[in-house]
């Protein structure tokens, strides 16, 4: 552990909690067309019932218990031309002393718990699967790190903030799993970072640019298959429906973070709606509990930099919608293993992966949506076992790190547990 980092507990003021109750106590709601349902966005009922019960029955502290048996730090992280960052971390290490270190990067409206089904699976030790070290930051802005106070912070900057973070843990050389924003950063990471220090990635959400004739010919010959082709079809469909009907909070994020930050960080009920329209829709029928939801609320409403911060990752990606979000990237040869999920909404057609970077690893599952950490952790993990493991394209890549316990430690073990079992 860096010397640099210190141990972090969430411990929210009395006086916060007593606010946002107040808050709740007197919100407003607005009227709802008849028959509505979800083509308008987050139903009445729905967002009636958990603002109720964010008010009368969710237990924060409880939840900030739970939330606390994870291994926090935070720690300074120098970021060129923009200052220093306090960055907030979860940095569970496993006991097999060559694990693999793995940074997770969450997106939005992710936050750093999205790792959490995830820690006690990678970090087991077993001699048929690799063991991980897993970092996992909340990004600038996000949960309890630092929010960049200048203008121009973008992917290359949240990309060196999450490599200092694992240099500064002592592990120059490690491997990257992301989905959504985590995705995005992946990218610009290993163009800044790959094969040197990031020697293997993963990805649940493989987006990139739009084939065109002179990027990649021969994918863009595939798209004027598209009349004749059943195949390309649906999964442009599925695209399109995406680029139609869901895409609205990425143009008002891009363009006009602050005017929405306004409501974000007044009205916990208007964060709430925000929010939880993009947990429902974008899960495979994942069946979110109110205090599932709240707790992920609760974390974007006690956030160090405040509700409305986060937003602003958008802008900063796209210039204010004037560029493409991958503007300044470009195919890297860092191995990377890629996962489709059905029901995620942000889908393009398979094939489109191939403009990210050498694919190694390819897997494609019959349930799980954007979430995948959360929705099909056992899944998740399972491709990363695969990919990292024995047998898998990139087993051994860390030098000196591939996951495995020594057999002297495995047999130790096994004694240890006979003992126990018979004096125990």
Excluded: C
């Amino acid at each position: 552990m860096s010397i640099r980092a210190k141990p972090f507990a969430v411990a929210v003021p009395d006086a916060d909690l007593k606010l946002l109750h107040k808050k709740l106590e007197v919100a407003a709601f607005p009227d709802e067309v008849e028959g509505a349902g979800w083509d308008y966005g987050a139903p009445l009922a729905d967002i009636k019932r958990l603002a109720a019960y964010w008010k009368d029955s969710f237990d924060w502290r409880r939840a900030e218990k739970a939330i606390n048996d994870l291994p926090q730090f935070t720690t300074d992280i120098d970021v060129a031309g923009f200052g220093s960052l306090n960055i907030h971390f979860v940095h569970q290490k496993s006991t097999v002393k060559n694990a693999i270190p793995m940074l997770f990067v969450h997106g939005w409206p992710g936050q750093f718990l999205e790792v959490r089904k995830l820690l006690p699976i990678l970090t087991a030790e077993s001699p048929d699967h690799p063991s991980f070290h897993v970092v996992a930051p909340s990004l600038p802005g996000f949960g309890f790190s630092e929010a960049p106070k200048k203008p121009g912070f973008g992917g290359f900057q949240y990309a060196e903030v999450v490599h200092k973070l694992m240099l500064s843990l002592g592990y120059d050389e490690y491997v990257y799993q992301g989905g959504d924003m985590g995705h995005i950063v992946g990218v610009f990471a290993t163009n800044a970072y790959g094969n040197k220090h990031i020697k293997a990635w993963h990805t649940n959400m493989p987006l990139y640019r739009v084939p065109t004739l002179f990027s990649n010919p021969l994918l863009f010959l595939e798209l004027l298959t598209t009349p004749f082709n059943k195949r390309m079809q649906n999964q442009l469909a599925a695209a399109q429906h995406f680029q139609v009907k869901d895409m609205g909070y990425f143009i008002l994020q891009s363009t006009k973070p602050q005017t929405l930050g306004y409501s974000l960080a007044d009205s916990p009920v208007g964060l709430l709606a925000w929010i939880y329209e993009k947990l429902y829709e974008s899960v495979d029928n994942y069946p979110w509990t109110e205090d599932e939801v709240l707790e992920w609320i609760s974390i974007y409403w006690f956030s160090r930099a405040g509700p409305a911060a986060p937003q602003h990752m958008y802008y900063g990606l796209t210039n204010g919608n004037e560029r493409n979000m991958f503007d300044g990237t470009r195919w890297t040869s860092t191995p990377l293993g890629v996962a489709f999920f059905p029901k995620d909404p942000a889908r393009v057609p398979k094939s489109w992966a191939h403009m990210i970077g050498k694919i190694v690893f390819e897997s494609e599952h019959d349930a799980g949506g954007h979430f995948a950490a959360v929705e099909q952790p056992a899944k998740l993990a399972d491709d990363l076992r695969k990919m990292f493991g024995k047998g898998g394209p990139v087993y051994g890549i860390v030098p000196g790190k591939d996951g495995v316990p020594d057999s002297w430690v495995l047999q130790y073990t096994a004694f240890v547990e006979v003992l126990g079992s018979l004096f125990g």
